[in-house]
Structures are given as structure tokens and as C-alpha cells.
């Protein structure tokens, strides 16, 4: 086998780091561009951010020396530099208007001898605002409080700490005996009395167990005695449910319940309603749930009967290059070779940024237009009119790639006359329509159709999946009943058996 040498030429993409970095921003949702560009900011000294003020300062430094205040003060709205005007031919007016600004808030209403503090001595309004209990510090209080030893204590604060957040015990007794250095047998005995204590259930390892310690306390309770209800209803009907067939009562297979129990259907009736009474999640008062709040990217409104497209920067922070460093490249004097090739790194690093963040913005602005352009009469009509669309769609129309169109619609919210939207919202599959052949429907629409169809059934002779898909059919769309159950489920509603009602 011979050695050789032979020229070859091919062609390779290459993702430079900035071009990788560029497609990074691309792809990041509006909170973490904002840690992105905070980030950059504090390791770039070559990047200063430019505010609103510090503009206003240079555009008045640059017409001609700094103003004084007279110049200031005539500057501001017309308004103000007339009530400044007439404010200063009149000293006495000028001391009566500025009265209650002197004071502020610090004079209390209807205390005119007691002033309170000044303002900045006021609590916060986090400090102000009531925190909800949740649902650890109130088994805690209750543990405090019903004479338990140190030992079992410390055996229900491990429990307490335990418990999710619907209030059940998922963790294996014996891992907590183990903890707390005590035996199986005390462990059980300080989790009996914990799952007495309020909300009724808490502490239980399964829904059964739950909805067994919530029939123990109607059978306690004398205002909610279960044998003291209509039908003359009995405590072991309930548990005998609960025990063995939950999933016949989740189905409302009532006859077969009434049958394996050997009672009449209309007890079963009688015993599924003092069931639906009972709370499956003991914990979920006392859960609070994180909202967290949407900014949206872009908005998009009518102006003079044209859809425009607004990006949204508040937040933002608007970056330039320094101007002490641009100096401090220009003169050559007192910098050594290390010094400017530092400089020369942090400064291209820099300019990319500020590159890539302009980028950024035009291809969001590009995107969003082109599905508004497909989506018109979306935001015209609403929802019934929105089109099926696809990526392909919206690359082509734009001139870029799918993968492109993909990072930009990615974790990035519109808001439009039709509320706040997810941009991937109006990319979705279309179903074929019988009177029109060249028209598509969009899956969103079908969606919507189902569920409308559902919330105006009748409850006690629900839609079946085919009837549904019958009534389609009639209004021209044509599908399947596979595909309506495949819709139903992503709209989480339930099967016709299961939305049943008996009484």
C-alpha cells in the first residue's frame, strides 16, 4: 500500500462561536434574553447600558453646553411651564400649591395635630400584604398543640414535612421511623392521630384511605352522619364503595355496583352523592400555586385598518459600546500589547452582541408579520377562522429556514385582540372540508367546536365520541371518530360515560 498526496475540494458549514451565540439569543425566551444580556453586561466592560436619561443628557450636551435650570424647567410639557409661569408671578400662590408636596404623606387624614412618619419610613408593600398559611404550618400548629412527647414531636414533624402538596403521604413509613430513630409501631400510632387532625384526610397514603378517614368523621359527626341521610343510608354502603369499587363508581356502572353489593341502584345513586361531597385532595386549600405573569414579545394591533407589528423591548436593556473605552483605544500611550488585544477581543465581542440583538428582533418582527399575514381574518373574526399553518408555510414566505422559524416562535408570547397568544398557537394541522375541497379547517377550530358541542349537551344523555363526529360530518368537516376522541383528550374532557349525570 503506497503513500500519496492528493488535493481535494469541499464544501462545510462551520458554526463560528458568534454565529452560535447569534442563534442562542435567537431561541431564548424574553426572561432569560434579559439574564443573557444582564450577564454580558457584567463580564463585557466594553458594553454600557444606555438610559433613557443619559440620551436626553447627551442630545442637550450636543446642541450647546449644559442648559441651567431655568432652561430645564421651560423644557418640561406646556402645561407645566405654564403653571410654573404663573406660579412664579404670584410667590404666595406658588407656597400654597407646593403645601400639600411639602407634606406629602406624611400628615395622617383627619389628624391635624399628629403628623405621622414620612413616607420612607412606611412598611413595604410586601411587608403589607397577608401570606397565606400553608398547609405545613398549620399541621405544625396543631401538632404543638395536642400534648404529644418530644419523641413523637420530632416523628410528626418528619411526617408533616412529608406530605405533598395534595396533603398525602407518599413516603414509606418505614423511612420515616428510620429517620427519626424510633420503631414502625410508634410511627403508625403518630400518623393515626395526625390524620385527625384538620383538613379531614390529610396524612393518608392512598384515595382510598382518604375517603375512609373522611367517612369515619361524617359517622362521628352528628351534623354529618352518613346513616342519617336521605334513604336511610348506611356507613358500610359507603366504605364497601370506596374499598372495592371505585373504579365502577368513576365509570358510573351503578347496576354493577348495586349487583356485586346486593343492593338496589337507587342506595348506589344515594351513597355517589354523599361520595362527590368528600375532598380527593385534603391539601389543596392550602396549596398556592405560582402565577407567574406573561410579558408578551411583540403586539399586534390595528392602525388606520393595516395590522402592524410592536416589538416589545420595555425591560430590555439597550446596550452601546462605552465611550471611556473608545477613548482609551484611541490613544496609543500607556497601553501595552496585552492591553489591546484584550480590548480588541471585548470590543468585537461587543459589536456581535449588539449585532445579534438587532438580528434577533428583525427576524421576530419578519415572523410575526408573515403569520398575520396568513392568520388575517383570525384576528378579524376570531378563533372559527383560523387557518391550518405549518413552518414550511411561513419559511418560504420570509426567505429562511424552517429550523429558524422554529427557535423563533419558541417560549415567545403575542398579544393581540384575541388575548395572549403562544406564537407555536398558530401553527396546527388542518381537516379536510366536503363543500369546499381546497379549504382546510384548522384542528384549533375543530377543538373548539367539540368543546362547544360538549358544553351544551345534555347532561343525562351525553354526546358518545361517534355522535360527535356525526354532527361534523353534517356541518361539513370531515372526520373521524378516532380523531374527535384524540381532541377530546387534549382538551381534558371526558369520556361520555364519565360526564354522565343520574340526578
Given at each position: ?27 431564548l ?13 457584567d ?17 442637550i ?33 406658588l ?7 411639602y ?9 391635624a ?46 411526617i408533616?414535612?412529608?406530605?405533598d402538596?395534595?396533603?398525602?403521604l ?22 393515626k392521630?395526625?390524620?385527625t387532625f ?8 392512598d384515595?382510598?384511605e382518604c ?5 369515619e368523621?361524617l ?31 368513576e365509570?358510573?356502572h ?11 341502584a337507587e ?6 352523592r ?11 386549600p ?16 390595528k ?5 402592524v407589528?410592536l416589538l416589545?423591548?420595555d ?21 501595552s ?11 468585537r ?6 449585532r ?17 399575514k ?11 377562522y ?6 414550511k ?9 424552517e ?30 372540508r ?33 355522535e ?16 374527535v376522541?384524540?381532541y ?16
Open positions: 500500500m503506497k503513500l500519496r498526496l492528493d488535493l481535494r475540494l469541499s464544501q462545510k458549514l462551520i458554526m463560528t462561536p458568534q454565529l452560535q451565540q447569534a442563534i442562542k439569543l435567537l431561541q425566551s424574553r426572561l432569560e434574553l434579559q439574564q443573557t444580556l444582564a450577564q454580558h453586561l463580564e463585557n466592560p466594553m458594553l454600557e447600558e444606555l438610559e433613557a436619561d443619559t440620551e436626553e443628557g447627551d442630545a450636551d450636543g446642541e450647546g453646553g449644559s442648559p441651567d435650570k431655568q432652561d430645564v424647567a421651560q423644557a418640561g410639557s406646556g402645561e407645566s411651564g405654564e403653571a410654573q409661569a404663573e406660579n412664579s408671578e404670584n410667590p404666595e400662590e407656597s400654597a400649591a407646593g403645601w400639600e408636596d407634606f406629602g404623606s406624611d400628615r395622617r387624614a383627619g389628624d395635630e399628629y403628623p405621622s412618619s414620612s413616607q420612607d419610613e412606611f412598611p413595604s408593600y410586601e411587608q403589607t400584604v397577608a401570606k397565606q398559611t400553608s398547609l405545613q404550618d398549620y399541621l405544625l400548629w396543631q401538632l404543638a398543640l395536642c400534648g404529644f412527647t418530644e419523641g413523637e414531636k420530632a416523628i410528626g414533624r418528619i408533616i414535612g412529608n406530605l402538596d395534595d396533603g398525602y407518599r413516603t414509606p413509613l418505614s423511612e420515616i421511623a428510620a429517620d427519626a430513630s424510633a420503631s414502625a409501631e410508634d410511627a403508625e400510632a403518630v400518623l392521630r395526625i390524620q384538620d383538613p379531614t384526610g390529610v396524612g393518608a397514603r384515595l382510598v375517603l375512609l378517614i373522611q367517612l368523621f359517622d362521628r359527626n352528628p351534623m354529618g352522619r352518613a346513616g342519617g341521610r336521605s334513604g336511610a343510608l348506611k356507613g358500610p354502603l359507603l366504605e364497601a364503595i370506596v374499598a372495592n369499587h371505585l373504579k365502577d363508581l365509570k358510573k351503578y347496576g354493577r355496583i348495586a349487583k356485586a353489593l346486593g343492593v338496589t342506595e348506589v345513586f344515594q351513597a355517589a354523599v361520595l362527590e361531597g368528600l375532598e380527593p385532595k385534603p391539601g389543596r392550602y396549596f398556592a400555586a405560582d402565577n407567574h405573569v406573561i410579558v408578551p414579545d411583540v403586539f399586534v394591533r392602525n388606520e385598518g393595516e395590522w407589528v416589545n423591548d425591560g430590555l436593556p439597550r446596550m452601546r459600546i462605552s465611550p471611556y473605552y473608545k477613548q482609551l483605544m484611541a490613544s496609543e500611550k500607556g497601553n500589547d496585552e492591553t489591546k488585544a484584550y480590548l480588541d477581543e471585548k470590543l465581542a461587543a459589536q456581535w452582541v449588539i445579534s440583538i438587532e438580528q434577533r428582533n428583525r427576524t421576530i418582527i419578519k415572523v410575526v408579520g408573515s403569520i398575520v396568513f392568520q388575517q381574518q383570525f384576528f378579524e373574526k376570531g378563533i372559527p383560523l387557518r391550518p399553518l405549518v413552518l408555510q411561513v419559511a418560504e414566505d420570509i426567505g429562511m429556514h429550523s429558524t422559524i422554529s427557535r423563533v416562535t419558541a417560549n415567545k408570547y403575542m398579544y393581540c385582540p384575541q388575548g395572549m397568544l403562544e406564537l407555536k398557537y398558530f401553527f396546527n394541522t388542518g381537516i379536510q366536503a363543500d369546499q375541497t381546497s379549504d382546510m379547517l384548522s384542528s384549533v377550530t375543530v377543538k373548539e367546536m367539540i368543546r362547544k358541542m360538549v358544553a351544551e349537551e345534555d347532561s343525562r344523555h351525553p354526546l358518545k365520541d361517534e360527535i363526529a356525526a354532527r361534523l360530518r353534517t356541518g361539513n368537516v370531515m372526520i373521524a371518530r378516532r380523531t376522541a384524540k377530546r383528550s387534549e382538551e381534558s374532557i371526558p369520556s361520555a360515560s364519565q360526564r354522565k349525570r343520574f340526578f
